[in-house]
């Protein structure tokens, strides 16, 4: 990875007012989803993250506020160096037509974002005929064909020339694949790109996007749900899974860290939920959460907002937000926790309201008892 980021997202904000009743406008209830909060992220040129979390946790607005199609509410994300948002509004280095080509994203239902009244190649010539405007009909098809052979949609010329509703589903999702990768983008953005697919054409999937990137050195931004495909992807391009809860990166590093050395609880609970994804000797047998609902996110927790759920939590938790710090010496592992970093203020607070004499209130780990200052 080259020390000059693709792209940098710096204090990042993302916050949706929500609808409010009568009642609500009267009194001036003006409340606010926190989608995304405050969150930092770097990627590099031929770079993979694959972001994890739960429904809701901010995934997808995140990657869509670093492709340029969410406004920021506060914060920056700049392409290049440049800030995509002043592009768009104004003058700028880099054009905001050359941000937005090189910015692709792959969603995760194939079959809805493909015109059916088309065929495949009528669905792929727009987006060429604009960004390429060098090339003529018979170069565009060439091209294309040459894109739906290197995807496995073969015999070419007959795939160019189906309708969306003669495609399979991973059919669908390669000629999806096959547009964002037209353009030559330097990063993609795949949201769930391979969740509706059957478990046996999930890792046909992956492979291609892992070979696809290799090919063309382009960057990922993977979005998922599932820990074991973050794994996956993350973990054959040597890249790094970046843990969401709640609008904030919680923890991020190389997947062999997060899987087997995770140090954020929230972590450890995803861990948990996929099974024979770790290798630690010992498997937890129940559940390491204290609730498993997740908190409101117009009311988020106080302090780290996944106090409410965590088994260590301790009132210092509930005081102040933990920013990400690095964990030990391991490269690019960092993890937003006051209990993996040992702090001080934490281990001299009380553990919360029923987690005495649980494993928020013992000392295995407490380097008080190792005789730490
Ligand atoms: S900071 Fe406290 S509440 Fe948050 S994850 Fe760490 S131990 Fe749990």
Redesign the pocket.
Request: hydrophobic content about 20%; charged content about 10%; some cysteine.
């Given at each position: 990875m080259n020390s000059e980021p693709l792209l940098e997202v710096e204090d990042l904000d993302v916050h949706f007012g929500t609808e409010q009743g009568l009642l609500g406008r009267f009194f001036g209830d003006d409340s606010v989803v926190r989608a995304v909060d405050d969150v930092s992220l770097e990627i590099g040129e031929d770079d993979v993250v694959a972001l994890v979390g739960e429904s809701g946790c901010g995934k997808t607005t995140l990657g869509k506020a670093m492709i340029g199609l969410q406004e920021p509410t506060n914060g920056s994300v700049r392409y290049r160096g440049q800030d995509i948002w002043e592009a768009r509004t104004g003058e700028s280095e880099i054009p905001y037509s050359k941000i937005r080509r090189s910015l692709q994203m792959i969603h995760q239902d194939a079959g809805n974002s493909l015109d059916p009244n088309r065929t495949v190649f009528e669905n792929l010539s727009p987006a060429l005929k604009k960004w390429r405007p060098e090339l003529n009909l018979v170069e565009r098809r060439e091209l294309v064909q040459t894109m739906l052979e290197t995807v496995g949609l073969t015999p070419a010329s007959d795939y160019a020339s189906r309708y969306p509703h003669q495609l399979s589903g991973g059919e669908a999702q390669r000629t999806v694949v096959v547009r964002a990768m037209l353009l030559e983008p330097d990063l993609i953005l795949a949201d769930e790109a391979v969740s509706a697919l059957d478990v046996s054409l999930r890792v046909n999937m992956m492979n291609l996007l892992l070979d696809l990137q290799d090919m063309f050195s382009t960057s990922f931004v993977f979005i998922s749900h599932n820990m074991s495909n973050a794994r996956y992807l993350a973990g054959k391009a040597d890249g790094r899974i970046a843990v969401m809860y709640l609008g904030r990166i919680v923890e991020i590093g190389p997947p062999d860290e997060i899987i087997n050395n995770p140090q954020?609880?929230?972590t450890k609970s995803l861990i948990w939920a996929t099974s024979g994804l770790s290798e630690i000797d010992e498997p937890i047998e129940s559940p390491p959460l204290r609730e498993i609902d997740v908190p409101d996110p117009e009311d988020p927790p106080s302090g780290?907002r996944?106090?409410t759920r965590?088994p260590?939590?301790?009132e210092a938790?509930t005081e102040e937000s933990?920013e990400l710090t690095p964990v030990g010496e391991t490269p690019r592992h960092e993890a937003a926790?006051?209990?993996?970093r040992d702090d001080r203020e934490?281990w001299n607070s009380d553990p919360l309201p029923g987690l005495e004499g649980e494993s928020g209130g013992g000392s295995e780990r407490d380097p008080r008892s190792a005789g730490a200052d």
């Open positions: 954020h609880p929230y780290c996944f106090h965590c260590e939590a301790r938790c933990p926790c006051y209990y993996a934490y």
